[in-house]
C-alpha cells in the first residue's frame, strides 16, 4: 500500500492525500452538527485533523491505532496546519499486513542496535563493583527487556514518544549522569548510573508502543515507577547487593520526577537522587526544543507555538557563526572519539 504525502512536506494550503495513523480521535458538536477531531501521524510527525458533518457521520466510531486513507485540504489555525478531511477510509483488516509500518511510525534517528551497544560498552566501563555490574547486565540481557526497551516510546506524547525513544532517553539520561559524577565527585557514581539506567525501565509495560501508543492498564492504574520497581524485583531478590544500596536505587526510581505534582512518589532526598532528577528533565526539556525545529533551516530564527508541556512559547535563536580553530576542535573531538568507539575504550 502506497504512502502518498508525508505530514512534514504539507503546506498551509495544499491538496493533501495520503495513509496515516489516527493517533487521537474525539466526537464533538458543532452548529452544523458533530463533528471528529483526529491526530493524524505518520513517521515524520502530527496534524491535527476534522471531518465535518456529514462525513462525520458516516463513522459511528474511531479510535487511536486505526489506519485510513485521507484526503483532504490544509490550512493555517492558530499557527498550526490542520486538515480538513473530504474523504476517509479507514484500512481494512485484511490490508494491516500490507501497511508501510517504517513510514507510519515515528522512530528514534539512531538505530536501535547502535544505541544498545553504545548503553553495553559504557555500562561494562563503568560498572566495576561486582553486584552492580551483575544487575545491570543480568536485567539488560534478559531477552524480553531488552526486546521491548529496544521499541518502547519514552511517553505518549511529551518527549521521545516514538519507538526507541525509551532507549535514546535512556542512553541521554546516563550519558549527563556520568559528567554530573565527573564535576562532583562526591556523588556515589555507580549508584546514580544505576538509577539513570533503571528509573524509566517501567515504560515498557507503562506504553503500549505501536500505532497506538497509548497507556497501559497497568500503566494507567500504576505507573512506570512502580511498574519498574515490580520488574526490578526478582533481580535485586538475587542480587548480592548490600540492602542499604537497594534502598537508594528504589529511591532514584520513586523520586526522579523531582515533586508530586509532576508524579514523584517521593522528594529527591540524596545527592544522587536531586542529581538523577535534573538529568531525567533536562534530557527530556531538550528533546522537547529539539523537536519543535526538527524540520527548521539552521540559520532561520522562528518561534514556536505555545507549549503547554513548557508554559512558553520558544524561540530558535541565531547561533554564534564557528571560528576556523572551533571547527578544527570539533572535527579533533569527532576523530578522537570515533576512535575510542573502535577501540571500545
Given at each position: 500500500?502506497?504512502?502518498?504525502?508525508?505530514?512534514?512536506?504539507?503546506?498551509?494550503?495544499?491538496?493533501?492525500?495520503g495513509?496515516?495513523?489516527i493517533?487521537?480521535?474525539?466526537?464533538?458538536?458543532?452548529?452544523?452538527?458533530?463533528?471528529?477531531?483526529?491526530?493524524?501521524?505518520d513517521?515524520?510527525?502530527?496534524?491535527?485533523?476534522?471531518?465535518?458533518?456529514?462525513?462525520?457521520?458516516?463513522?459511528?466510531?474511531?479510535?487511536?491505532?486505526?489506519?485510513?486513507?485521507?484526503?483532504?485540504?490544509?490550512?493555517?489555525?492558530?499557527?498550526?496546519?490542520?486538515?480538513?478531511?473530504?474523504?476517509?477510509?479507514?484500512?481494512?483488516?485484511?490490508?494491516?499486513?500490507?501497511?508501510?509500518?517504517?513510514?507510519?511510525?515515528?522512530?528514534?534517528?539512531?538505530?536501535?542496535?547502535?544505541?544498545?551497544?553504545?548503553?553495553?560498552?559504557?555500562?561494562?566501563?563503568?560498572?566495576?563493583?561486582?553486584?552492580?555490574?551483575?544487575?545491570?547486565f543480568?536485567?539488560?540481557?534478559?531477552?524480553?527487556?531488552?526486546?521491548?526497551?529496544?521499541?518502547?516510546?519514552?511517553?505518549?506524547?511529551?518527549?521521545?514518544?516514538?519507538?526507541?525513544?525509551?532507549?535514546?532517553?535512556?542512553?541521554?539520561?546516563?550519558?549527563?549522569?556520568?559528567?554530573?559524577?565527573?564535576?562532583?565527585?562526591?556523588?556515589d557514581?555507580?549508584?546514580?548510573?544505576?538509577?539513570?539506567?533503571?528509573?524509566?525501565?517501567?515504560?515498557?509495560?507503562?506504553?503500549?508502543?505501536?500505532?497506538?501508543?497509548?497507556?497501559?492498564?497497568?500503566?494507567?492504574?500504576?505507573?512506570?515507577?512502580?511498574?519498574?520497581?515490580?520488574?526490578?524485583?526478582?533481580?535485586?531478590?538475587?542480587?548480592?547487593?548490600?540492602?542499604?544500596?537497594?534502598?537508594?536505587?528504589?529511591?532514584?526510581?520513586?523520586?526522579h520526577?523531582?515533586?508530586?505534582?509532576?508524579?514523584?512518589?517521593?522528594?529527591?532526598?540524596?545527592?544522587?537522587?536531586?542529581?538523577?532528577?535534573?538529568?531525567?528533565?533536562?534530557?527530556?526539556?531538550?528533546?522537547?526544543?529539539?523537536?519543535?525545529?526538527?524540520?527548521?533551516?539552521?540559520?532561520?530564527?522562528?518561534?514556536?507555538?505555545?507549549?503547554?508541556?513548557?508554559?512558553?512559547?520558544?524561540?530558535?535563536?541565531?547561533?554564534?557563526?564557528?571560528?576556523?580553530?572551533?571547527?578544527?576542535?570539533?572535527?579533533?573531538?569527532?576523530?578522537?572519539?570515533?576512535?575510542?568507539s573502535?577501540?571500545?575504550?
Amino acid at each position: 500500500m502506497e504512502k502518498g504525502q508525508y505530514i512534514r512536506d504539507i503546506g498551509s494550503a495544499d491538496a493533501v492525500a495520503g495513509l496515516f495513523v489516527i493517533a487521537e480521535a474525539a466526537q464533538q458538536q458543532s452548529k452544523n452538527g458533530p463533528y471528529w477531531r483526529l491526530t493524524l501521524r505518520d513517521s515524520s510527525g502530527d496534524m491535527e485533523a476534522k471531518i465535518w458533518s456529514p462525513l462525520s457521520l458516516e463513522y459511528s466510531a474511531l479510535a487511536a491505532g486505526q489506519c485510513a486513507w485521507v484526503e483532504g485540504r490544509s490550512s493555517l489555525f492558530r499557527d498550526q496546519v490542520q486538515l480538513t478531511v473530504e474523504v476517509f477510509r479507514l484500512t481494512a483488516p485484511e490490508e494491516m499486513a500490507h501497511l508501510p509500518l517504517a513510514a507510519l511510525l515515528p522512530a528514534s534517528p539512531r538505530m536501535p542496535e547502535d544505541m544498545e551497544e553504545e548503553l553495553f560498552d559504557f555500562c561494562r566501563e563503568e560498572f566495576t563493583y561486582a553486584p552492580w555490574r551483575k544487575l545491570v547486565f543480568s536485567v539488560l540481557e534478559t531477552e524480553d527487556i531488552r526486546d521491548r526497551l529496544r521499541l518502547s516510546p519514552a511517553a505518549k506524547g511529551v518527549h521521545h514518544a516514538y519507538v526507541g525513544g525509551l532507549l535514546e532517553h535512556t542512553l541521554g539520561v546516563f550519558h549527563l549522569a556520568r559528567r554530573i559524577a565527573d564535576q562532583y565527585l562526591e556523588l556515589d557514581r555507580q549508584t546514580l548510573l544505576a538509577g539513570a539506567i533503571f528509573h524509566d525501565i517501567g515504560k515498557i509495560a507503562e506504553f503500549s508502543g505501536g500505532l497506538a501508543n497509548d497507556y497501559t492498564d497497568a500503566g494507567r492504574l500504576l505507573g512506570h515507577m512502580e511498574l519498574g520497581l515490580e520488574l526490578l524485583a526478582p533481580y535485586l531478590k538475587k542480587s548480592t547487593l548490600d540492602p542499604d544500596l537497594v534502598r537508594h536505587l528504589k529511591h532514584l526510581i520513586l523520586s526522579h520526577h523531582g515533586t508530586p505534582e509532576f508524579g514523584a512518589a517521593r522528594l529527591p532526598q540524596t545527592a544522587e537522587a536531586l542529581a538523577l532528577h535534573y538529568a531525567d528533565n533536562l534530557d527530556a526539556k531538550m528533546a522537547q526544543c529539539r523537536s519543535l525545529f526538527n524540520d527548521v533551516p539552521e540559520d532561520a530564527q522562528v518561534w514556536s507555538p505555545y507549549q503547554p508541556t513548557l508554559g512558553r512559547h520558544m524561540h530558535r535563536a541565531v547561533k554564534t557563526p564557528e571560528s576556523a580553530s572551533g571547527k578544527k576542535h570539533q572535527q579533533q573531538k569527532a576523530v578522537l572519539h570515533e576512535c575510542l568507539s573502535l577501540l571500545k575504550v
